[in-house]
C-alpha cells in the first residue's frame, strides 16, 4: 500500500444537526506543508468542518482522513493542534506556567521558550492569564495549540477580538510556525486574511465547496478585471464586442468594462479609431466581489 500522500482528505463529508444541514458533500484535499484558508461568510460551515477534522463530531454521511487515519487515531498521536472559537484559559496560572502543563502532556512537545518565542509571549511569561488583553489571550491559545508540535495545526476564526497591531504579530507567528513545513488550516470569514496569509483559498457557502485555489485564481474565476474610462457622449455601441469584454455597465458617462482578459481589452480600445479614451483605469476584481458572487451563486 502506498503511503498517503495528503494531510487532510474529506470524501463527500456531510453533517446535519437535526434538519440543519451544517456541510453538504464536501470533498477535498489538503497537501502536507500548505497553508490553507477555509473562507466563508458566518454559518457556512467552518467550524462544524474543522470539529469534524478533530474528530469532535462524527459525519452523517462520508469519510476524513489525516495523513491516512481517522481523526481520532489522528487526535491521539498527538498529529493535531487547535485553536478553537472558544476556549478558555485557567485563570490563576501564568502564561509560562499554563503552556508548560499543556506542553508536558505530549510525548514530544516544543520547548518551553521556543513556544514563548513562537507566540510572542516571551515578554508576558510572568502574567497571570487573567490579566491578559484579548489579543495577548488569542496568543496563549495559540502556544497552547502548538505545544505539542502537531504536524497540523487548525485555527478557527483565530484573530477574532484582536486588534490591527496583535493581527499583524499573530500571522507572523502562524507564517514561523508553518515554515517548518507543517500544515495549517485557518478558518475566517475576512477576505484579507484569507488572501494574506494562505497559499490555498477554499470558500464555502452553505456547507458547500464554493471555489477551491490561490486567491489570484478565484478573482480571476471571477471575472477578472474592470477597464473604465470616461466615455462622455460618445456611442457605448460595441463596446462589449471588444476581446474579452464580459460585461458593459455606463454609469455617469463613465464606461465600466468587465473582462477576463484585461490586456486584449486595453489592445482593443487603443486600436479603436472612433473612440477617445479619457480618464483610463484598471482595477482587478478582488476577492470580496469574487467572494460574493461565488456565495452568492451557490
Ligand atoms: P461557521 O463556523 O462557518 O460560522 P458553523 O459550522 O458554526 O458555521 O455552522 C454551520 C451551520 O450549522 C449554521 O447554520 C449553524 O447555525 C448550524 N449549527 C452549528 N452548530 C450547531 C448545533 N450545535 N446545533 C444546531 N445547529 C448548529
Ligand atoms: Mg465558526
Same mark, same amino acid.
Given at each position: ?138 496568543? /496563549?491559545? $495559540? #502556544? *497552547?495549540?502548538?505545544?505539542? !508540535?502537531?504536524?497540523?495545526? @487548525? =485555527?478557527?476564526?483565530? +484573530? ?66 474592470? /477597464?473604465? $474610462? #470616461? *466615455?462622455?457622449?460618445?456611442? !457605448?455601441?460595441?463596446?462589449? @464586442? =471588444?476581446?474579452?469584454? +464580459? ?52
Amino acid at each position: 500500500m502506498n503511503a498517503p500522500t495528503n494531510a487532510i482528505v474529506f470524501d463527500h463529508v456531510s453533517k446535519h444537526y437535526g434538519d440543519v444541514l451544517a456541510v453538504d458533500d464536501l470533498s477535498l484535499a489538503i497537501e502536507p506543508g500548505s497553508t490553507v484558508a477555509l473562507l466563508g461568510p458566518n454559518g457556512a460551515g467552518k467550524s462544524t468542518s474543522i470539529n469534524l477534522l478533530l474528530g469532535l463530531l462524527a459525519p452523517t454521511k462520508g469519510t476524513i482522513e489525516v495523513h491516512g487515519h481517522s481523526p481520532a487515531e489522528a487526535v491521539k498521536a498527538g498529529e493535531m493542534g487547535a485553536m478553537l472559537q472558544n476556549g478558555a484559559l485557567i485563570p490563576e496560572l501564568t502564561v509560562k506556567e499554563l503552556i508548560d502543563l499543556v506542553r508536558r502532556l505530549y510525548p514530544r512537545p516544543l520547548a518551553l521558550d521556543e513556544l514563548l518565542k513562537l507566540a510572542d509571549l516571551t515578554d508576558l511569561a510572568g502574567r497571570r492569564a487573567n490579566k491578559l488583553s484579548g489579543g495577548q489571550t488569542q496568543r /496563549v491559545r $495559540f #502556544a *497552547l495549540a502548538i505545544a505539542g !508540535a502537531p504536524r497540523i495545526l @487548525l =485555527l478557527d476564526e483565530p +484573530t477574532a477580538a484582536m486588534d490591527v497591531e496583535s493581527r499583524l504579530r499573530f500571522w507572523a507567528s502562524m507564517h514561523d510556525y508553518a515554515a517548518g513545513g507543517r500544515t495549517v488550516l485557518f478558518a475566517t470569514h475576512y477576505l484579507e486574511e484569507a488572501d494574506e496569509h494562505s497559499d490555498r483559498v477554499i470558500v464555502v457557502a452553505r456547507g458547500r465547496l464554493a471555489a477551491d485555489g490561490t486567491a489570484a485564481q478565484i478573482k480571476a474565476d471571477a471575472g477578472g478585471h474592470a /477597464v473604465s $474610462f #470616461a *466615455l462622455g457622449d460618445q456611442p !457605448a455601441a460595441g463596446l462589449d @464586442l =471588444l476581446p474579452g469584454v +464580459t460585461v458593459v455597465e455606463i454609469l455617469d458617462g463613465t464606461a465600466t468594462l468587465h473582462t477576463s482578459d484585461v490586456d486584449a481589452t486595453l489592445a482593443g480600445l487603443y486600436r479603436s479609431t472612433t473612440l477617445d479614451v479619457h480618464r483610463l483605469k484598471v482595477s482587478g476584481a478582488d476577492l470580496e466581489a469574487a467572494f460574493l458572487q461565488l456565495t452568492r451563486e451557490s
